[in-house]
């Protein structure tokens, strides 16, 4: 395989001529930024991040009382004691404060699964208002070194304001996904998280303000523990929301042998993986309007919530999802791919 990187996603960010017209942006508009990264030429999936960005009015948000509500938010209920050791196990707390001008900013502590990163960030030194809606004009987030070791791949990312602490602090949750078709999971090697940030902003109704300043952090992956990881070298699935590059191109394709008519394709999924922050595998074609749901043991579906693919230089593709919030693999007995389920036994 030839060693190209091509990376999944396109930019989608804050409008460039945001101090501009910040101030025609409703008050109810959410305070988000967003980043996708992208290279000409890839027929690549989007990665859909579904974070509330409203700044809330809570004591202390943290990463697990984050968890907790996106975690009853997807499926209606309490989160379990066994959910909760799982995300004890991928967090740690990191502590790492650059200051600009007036403004701090804190990686408080990080979550880090095989592909997705969660960070909580702090600000201080400005006056907070609850009122108001924070962003950064510009961002850049990387991992260092390059997972995907120079084949295919890709990243995106986004920063979300959640809440001003008791001690008014502007708290703000960044959620980092990657597509690595090597393979390589990011808390299990040597890799840092790199996070550039420029130029705070404040937003009020009929106006912005903007406080100037660079702030920068390479923060280690490492995490406290490691979640099991369920493997399936080799499965076929039945699915008619499956489309394949080698056939007609209508839901379904064309079979061998059918005349041309459309019926199910036969999806030929390889290394199969399942962790706690998500599924990947290698498959011979392309999926179509697909997602990924896990069953767990006492009937809870949970969906995923994002993912990407990766066009191999074999014509197969490389397909990875991502689930909401860390989830305890033991508890797993089943995903679904559209209508195609699969037990875990």
Excluded at 81 to 89: M, N
Excluded at 129 to 155: L, N, W
């Amino acid at each position: 395989m030839q060693n190209i990187y091509r990376e999944t996603f396109e930019q989608i960010h804050a409008s460039e001529q945001l101090r501009k017209e910040v101030a025609n942006v409703p008050k109810q508009e959410k305070a988000a930024f967003r980043h996708r990264i992208s290279k000409a030429g890839l027929i690549a999936a989007a990665l859909a991040l579904a974070l509330a960005g409203t700044v809330l009015a809570v004591a202390s948000p943290t990463l697990w009382w984050w968890f907790e509500q996106k975690w009853e938010e997807e499926t209606g209920s309490s989160m379990t004691e066994s959910q909760s050791l799982v995300i004890d196990g991928l967090t740690r707390k990191v502590g790492e404060s650059v200051t600009s001008g007036d403004v701090t900013v804190t990686v408080d502590s990080i979550t880090v699964g095989s592909s997705q990163i969660w960070a909580l960030l702090d600000v201080t030194g400005w006056d907070f208002d609850r009122d108001a809606q924070y962003s950064f004009d510009r961002m850049r987030a990387e991992i260092v070194p390059d997972p995907s070791g120079g084949q295919h791949g890709g990243a995106g990312y986004g920063l979300d304001s959640i809440g001003i602490t008791r001690e008014g602090a502007a708290r703000m949750l960044l959620e980092f996904s990657a597509t690595i078709s090597t393979g390589n999971q990011l808390n299990r090697g040597d890799y840092a998280l790199e996070i550039d940030l420029n130029d705070l902003i404040r937003r009020r109704t009929g106006g912005a303000e903007v406080c100037e300043g660079e702030w920068s952090f390479s923060i280690p992956l490492a995490a406290e523990s490691l979640s099991p990881t369920i493997t399936i070298d080799r499965v076929q699935v039945l699915s008619n929301h499956m489309v394949w590059d080698q056939a007609t191109g209508k839901d379904g394709g064309a079979l061998e042998g059918t005349g041309g008519k459309s019926h199910p394709a036969v999806a030929t999924l390889t290394n199969l993986q399942i962790t706690a922050t998500g599924a990947s595998f290698y498959c011979d074609g392309l999926m179509d309007r697909l997602h990924a749901t896990v069953i767990l043991a006492d009937g809870t579906e949970v969906e995923n919530r994002g993912g990407g693919g990766s066009r191999m230089e074999d014509g197969g593709w490389y397909v990875s999802f991502d689930w909401p919030v860390p989830l305890d693999v033991t508890d797993i007995v089943a995903i679904r791919f559209g209508d195609a389920e699969i037990p875990l036994n």
